[in-house]
């Protein structure tokens, strides 16, 4: 399927798209609205204007569609796996070369070609890419601060991880330029012909949002190391945000093992099961969370993380108290001991 587009071809139905207007724009909205309702009279707030879409449209008629995005239905956890995932196949033609030519090889000259290249490909591919993690963290991080879900989102599509993808693949192997790039650009091209490589299997395969879903597996897969690698840094972040939210003065938050004298194993490795309690804000040695983890510091961290994702509602409501009781004791005289 080739989405290449002649000069030719484009300013011949960029004509006869406006009808010959000057700039591409579209007819009167006063012609237009007289031809089709021969009622030049009505009023303003009945008057049927074309889309600011439909003329972007009519002046600039795209090139190819695009598949639409499905909506995220994986409940599936993440695991770790040892190699790198099958690469998803191309459709035969201009899409399963394009990835991997830049354009100074087609006329010399750098991001001079409208020939479909990685440099083309890599604009949409940085998109999909976007989504795809943005998706992902949504779905398995849910209650993650908006902020550390974008620096996780950030450490994902980042350069330098794509284009460790991209050697994993072998794509330098495949890259045709028309001359060696330095050193300090090399990084860069793997990871745009990596983009490059995801926006060409979206669009290889629009049929039922095929190219979408083969693009998002491939991509869960291949993240899912960085994913699970970050998760003790998440967890220790929302150990300290724990006791923001809910410590003071007189609190205690306590992690206690809840099996102490019987061994918890699989296979040959010692599991142990952390729960975290509150006591405080009128609560006496609350539950908040519990988890089993390889060793007591990986369990508790884990505990806090089951705290946030299934204990929400007891979190926020002793939050509430913390603050009640903040309002109170602000709002008490201060009282002064004079002496005898």
């Known amino acids: 399927m080739s989405h290449k587009r002649s000069r030719d071809d484009y300013n011949?139905?960029?004509?006869?798209?406006?009808?010959?207007?000057?700039?591409?724009?579209?007819?009167?909205?006063?012609?237009?609205?007289?031809?089709?309702?021969?009622?030049?009279?009505?009023?303003?707030?009945?008057?049927?204007?074309?889309?600011?879409?439909?003329?972007?449209?009519?002046?600039?008629?795209?090139a190819s569609s695009h598949p639409s995005i499905p909506s995220y239905s994986s409940s599936s956890p993440l695991s770790l796996r040892a190699n790198l995932p099958t690469l998803p196949p191309l459709e035969p033609g201009p899409l399963s070369t394009a990835p991997f030519v830049h354009s100074s090889h087609i006329d010399g000259r750098y991001g001079a070609s409208t020939t479909l290249t990685y440099e083309r490909l890599e604009f949409l591919g940085d998109a999909y890419l976007e989504i795809i993690a943005t998706r992902l963290i949504y779905s398995h991080f849910a209650t993650l601060p908006t902020g550390r879900q974008?620096?996780?989102?950030?450490?994902?599509?980042k350069n330098t991880t794509l284009a460790a993808f991209a050697r994993g693949y072998k794509f330098g192997e495949r890259v045709v330029v028309s001359h060696a790039l330095p050193?300090?650009?090399?990084?860069?091209?793997?990871?745009?012909?990596?983009?490059?490589?995801?926006?060409?299997?979206?669009?290889?395969?629009?049929?039922?949002?095929?190219?979408?879903?083969?693009?998002?597996?491939?991509?869960?897969?291949?993240?899912?190391?960085a994913l699970l690698e970050a998760e003790p840094e998440i967890a220790a972040n929302r150990k300290d945000e724990l006791v923001k939210l809910v410590g003071?003065?007189?609190?205690?938050?306590?992690?206690?093992?809840?099996?102490?004298?019987?061994?918890?194993?699989?296979?040959?490795?010692?599991?142990?099961?952390?729960?975290?309690?509150?006591?405080?804000?009128?609560?006496?040695?609350?539950?908040l969370g519990s988890a089993v983890g390889v060793g007591k510091k990986e369990a508790g961290m884990k505990a806090v993380l089951d705290a946030f994702e299934n204990n929400k509602e007891l979190i926020e409501e002793i939050v509430e108290k913390k603050r009640l009781a903040k309002e109170k004791r602000e709002a008490e005289p201060e009282v002064t001991v004079r002496g005898k």
């Open 248 to 287: 003071g003065k007189e609190v205690k938050i306590e992690y206690v093992d809840e099996n102490p004298v019987e061994e918890k194993k699989r296979g040959a490795v010692q599991r142990f099961e952390m729960a975290v309690y509150l006591t405080g804000w009128g609560y006496e040695r609350v539950k």
């Open 12 to 62: 011949a139905s960029h004509s006869s798209n406006t009808n010959n207007t000057p700039l591409g724009r579209p007819k009167s909205r006063k012609t237009e609205h007289n031809s089709s309702n021969g009622n030049s009279q009505k009023s303003s707030s009945q008057t049927s204007y074309p889309s600011k879409a439909a003329q972007l449209h009519a002046a600039h008629p795209p």
């Open 183 to 225: 050193p300090d650009k090399y990084e860069k091209m793997l990871a745009d012909v990596f983009e490059a490589y995801v926006a060409a299997v979206v669009l290889s395969w629009p049929e039922r949002d095929d190219g979408f879903k083969r693009a998002e597996t491939w991509m869960t897969e291949l993240w899912t190391d």
């Open 150 to 157: 974008a620096q996780l989102r950030e450490r994902l599509i």
